[in-house]
């Protein structure tokens, strides 16, 4: 498979004269199985069409900052958060200076400042700008940000002067992503089984009515991307959410938690992660029609029967994976998640306070404290996305040291 399956590369387009060539760089890096999404600047329009781009990448092109209709006015963030990779190329003599110096003037600056993922640059223009000082101070305070570059190469140039300046070719610039995404993306979980529960259950009362609880998923879904990004054999139990099914990831959705059970059970792993808010309680007896108003009976009582508990159940399996436990609390949440890190005898437990509504259920943020026998790891508040990888790399290295057989 290609390092570049499944990427997600985030090209941004100059006004320079090597634009022409970028629909080649795109039908290529498409060809190997990426997904390609392209910002053009306003200078960049002058040099190749939005039309052009849209046809080879498949994707509405992005030009606007200031756009109400993109993603409701945050645009710019959606597609910082979506990049593995941004790729400028060509990169002007303007947007380097403005990248430099940390501008946010336009849609392509403002990811840039506003994105995780790695920058790469492809520079482009006259021989001369190119040995301009003012250049030359830009590109090394790039290279200090940690911004790399590729090229630019020496040869003829459009203008008709000969000297360093000309972009490099898009096979050239294709082999330098992929280096750069297998530098920044190793793949410790490579041959890894990992399961991971996501969302909440649902527990039926009548054919109409169920227990739930306020789960969104988000963070399971994300875990669950950053093991497949890191190798894993991705298998996502999912209760009901309203979310993308990640890269490269098999999801199978079920509702309650006796199917989320069955699922975790027939789809054996190295690694299960628990990370789905199971419903405690179900009905004892669920009833077959619609339970009615009934104004001389008042109000039904429901009985209440234990479910199974996943996490416990799969761990006490043999062999047993390495198992993850997440303890979502509202008080006392370490107390409570090293309890069940002994109880249910997993290898780590990642303990979040949902009672904080800018990290809760439904947040796109969260912090985390991971708990294991012998160690005790802050992660502090974060994209869940970016919270996702790091802890992703942990539980990685919790497995290599200590699970690998
Ligand atoms: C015909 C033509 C070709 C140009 N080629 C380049 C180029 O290769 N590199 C460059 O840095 N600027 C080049 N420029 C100048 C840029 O288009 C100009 O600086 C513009 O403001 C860049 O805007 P941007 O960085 O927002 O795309 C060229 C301008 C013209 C008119």
């Known amino acids: 498979m290609s390092a570049l399956a499944g990427q997600h590369i985030l090209i941004g ?141 020496s040869g003829s140039q459009a203008c008709g002067d000969v000297g360093a300046g000309r972009m490099s070719e898009p096979h050239q610039i294709k ?46 879904f994300a875990l669950a991307q950053s093991a497949a990004k890191l190798g894993a054999e991705v298998t ?40 789905a808010a199971v419903a405690d309680y179900r009905v004892a007896n669920i009833a077959e029609h619609k339970i009615k108003k009934n104004a001389q009976s008042g109000a039904p009582q429901l009985e209440l029967i234990e479910n199974p508990d996943i996490l416990k159940t799969i761990a006490e399996q043999n062999p047993a994976p390495m198992c993850v436990g997440f303890a979502a609390e509202t008080r006392d949440v370490e107390t409570y998640a090293i309890d069940k890190l002994k109880r249910k005898k997993l290898a780590l437990i990642i303990a979040n306070d949902v009672s904080n509504s800018d990290i809760g259920f439904n947040s796109d943020n969260n912090a985390a404290v991971v708990l294991s026998a012998d160690e005790r790891v802050v992660f502090e508040q974060q994209s869940k996305t970016s919270l996702a990888h790091q802890l992703a790399h942990y539980i990685a290295n919790h497995f290599h040291q200590n699970f690998r057989r």
């Open 236 to 275: 996502l139990i999912a209760g009901p959410v309203d979310l993308q099914t990640p890269t490269g990831v098999k999801r199978l959705d079920v509702e309650s938690a006796q199917e989320m059970l069955e699922a975790a059970l027939a789809n054996p792993s190295d690694i299960f992660i628990g990370c």
């Open 13 to 153: 387009i100059t006004g320079g004269i090597a634009a022409y060539k970028i629909p080649e760089l795109i039908r290529r890096l498409k060809d190997e199985g990426a997904q390609v999404r392209v910002i053009l600047t306003k200078g960049g329009e002058a040099f190749v069409t939005p039309m052009t781009l849209q046809a080879v990448s498949g994707e509405e092109v992005h030009s606007e900052l200031l756009d109400t209709q993109a993603e409701a006015g945050m645009g710019h963030i959606q597609l910082a958060k979506w990049a593995d990779i941004v790729m400028i190329a060509p990169a002007s003599a303007n947007t380097l200076a403005k990248l430099a110096h940390g501008f946010a003037d336009d849609l392509l600056s403002t990811v840039c400042l506003a994105t995780a993922a790695p920058l790469l640059l492809a520079p482009a223009m006259n021989q001369q700008m190119w040995q301009h000082p003012a250049v030359k101070a830009n590109m090394q305070r790039l290279s200090e940000q940690g911004v790399k570059a590729i090229g630019p190469e």
């Open 175 to 220: 082999t330098f992503i992929i280096e750069q995404l297998q530098d920044s993306v190793s793949k410790p979980l490579a041959g890894v089984r990992l399961t991971i529960t996501a969302g909440p259950t649902r527990e039926a009362i009548d054919p109409v009515r169920y227990i739930s609880n306020h789960s969104s998923g988000k963070m399971g």
